[in-house]
DNA sequence: TCGTAAGCGAGACGGTACGTCGAGTCTTGCT
DNA sequence: AGCAAGACTCGACGTACCGTCTCGCTTACGA
């Protein structure tokens, strides 16, 4: 009968008034606005209901606290995309150099801190902010491993490791020195980390 | 008469009770425990109170803020003490080594990212902030640069470059995967940083 | 045609899908529980809603607020029933009795303040209410009726006023000491009354 | 020395500032006045704290919920002073006037029901509601008893029950119908009442 | 037999208040 | 002045309830 094929067709539709998705825009929005405003210790649930016209009931429904919402609104920033060059040193330079544009343009420098130290204590959200940030990281250990492919980087090269390398200076400075973020010092760094790389992946090689 | 001995010899004394230094003991040592049991989140000013059998005035008397409080007490923590062996490399893995001790053992990874969250949005913590960060850099740079004294490391290697080469990625492991601070990823990128820094330095030196 | 018939035999019948009677009656017995267990101050929709697997929009449909909602099931309590002895002073006991039954069995105590505060500031609950209200003292109206009829009250006893002097006490009781309920009170205070009202009678009647 | 003497002047003295009491006063005040604005229902403590000028936590240190705040304020409405003229048919006459005064003036006929109504429920607001409505009905027992003193009435009667049967249907008027709180009504109520308190006590005494 | 109009359960939605909690300030009496 | 104690203002938190709305589905009637 016709009911059995519609139940068929849509097996999972959960009864009752579906869940207005446009809300879900909204909120995280006006969330990402007052984040890079205020940072997240200036956001409020308040500024957010206000801004988004949306009661809190529809915000908490979704997420549960105040950090879960932030994580959230955060994964909504784009991605760095690497771009392919050829030469693993300069499409780490513009690696950096997109990442820095971030760090001027979204509120990652205020909302990431925060996140990580409230997850310190609170492993759901450690758990939530580390699927958010492992998937960020996805794009820049593929770039290492199509250096390897290419046979720019030693085939030992481990990419998660290199990547760390990389993101890592990148981090300290955007945290503690965000004033100092100066494109000259990371030039120097790439220099030395690409050189290390191929040196060890040589000594590597060679032992073996 | 001895009261005018006295005003003479301090002629800057203010007048009235002199503060109790024993108090700013107690409050930092109660601020530090707390901070270690519930992070800079979980913190407030009156469990302090109420642990410390202070009251909330003389806490705020010698403190504006409960961040500024909570760097004060983050500044009891111990300094990391660079050994000296005459290899640079074991000697970054022993560094390493003692960062992971206090990670595990202090508020370190709790504290320090609430305060850069909030120093991103207020210059006066930011400074007080970069301040204390400073001065804890210093043991490690030093480090660098006897290496450079001894001839292990080239002349030209930028010792604060270097260093953040070797902090960084510890400070995004601590941040993101605590509970994945392997000994032996370090290792890794130990060897690739002292291995980078060699080999630059031969190749701006030959160039020179 | 039958069509036709049936149309003229029903000019009013609206279109769509009629009303399910079963609901009403599903609802306000929920309704009238809850109020027993929870008081009017404790009712929620949503409470009525879960058990008595209705949607809010049924309950909605038939009644404005929570308040026509709590009047209508408050309406399904069962009327006072006096009995005729002969006697009126026995019979205004049996009537206290009864309605002291209710006071046990019932939400009356709770529900009816309630909705008395509330109808302070409504006028249309107010109206509801009283409609209600006065429904409920017929009865008992009636039977002075009868004792004015038998000649055992004075002819110009005011009936609704000889009711208003019974019932105000028991209210009073209800309302505010519900737990000193006391039978050997009320005997007291019916005979008070009833030779007041013979006494009064009398001298009406021999002043005329 | 002078310490003692302080402290035993004073020895229960609490440690710490103390209330200010014109906060009480004020929110207070304000409490009624919004009673009577908009009847118990529409009270909100929100309300309070911006017409008072007050904060949340002022209002919760000092009373538990929104009820017992409204008792609180209840409580300052002025008690009924009954007059002495000798004759306690007029005297009842006035003490209902001022009854009725109050009914119009004040938010008595709104918070009362509310009071009632959740009373009924918990049994710590029945306590402090009963202690209230105890204390305001003293003066009308005592004017009772006055009149039995003068051998107005006879020896017998018990002034409670005597006040209830004249405060019973007062209050059954002002709940239910306090539109029509017609003087006259109670002019016919208070003769019967007082009729039948004499006639009832002068069988007692002659049976005796 | 089919379309139209309403009823129904489920549950999302905007709004509003609740009572709690924390930061930072202020006010006591005492030192 | 400093100190312990604790009241005060301000403002956000997360919860709960009201009354409205929107889904997909069902039920009756009338064309």
Redesign the interface.
Known sequence: MANELKAAANPRRSPGRPRDASREKVILTETLALLGE?????LTVDAVVARAKVSKATIYRRWATKEELAIAAFDLLPLIEPVETGDIESEIIAYIDQYYGFLRTTPL??????L???A??NPTLAER??EV?QRRRESGIAMIRRAITRGELPATT?PD??H??I???????S????ANFRRE?FL??V??????????GK?TSSAA
């Open positions: 205020l940072g997240f210790a200036g420098s205020s909302v990431l801190p925060a990580v130290s409230e310190m204590h902010l580390n940030v481990p490791i290199a760390e390398l993101v890592g200076p990148m981090l300290q400075r945290f503690f020195e965000p010092d120097v760094m220099r030395v980390i690409v050189a290390g790389l191929k040196a060890v000594a």
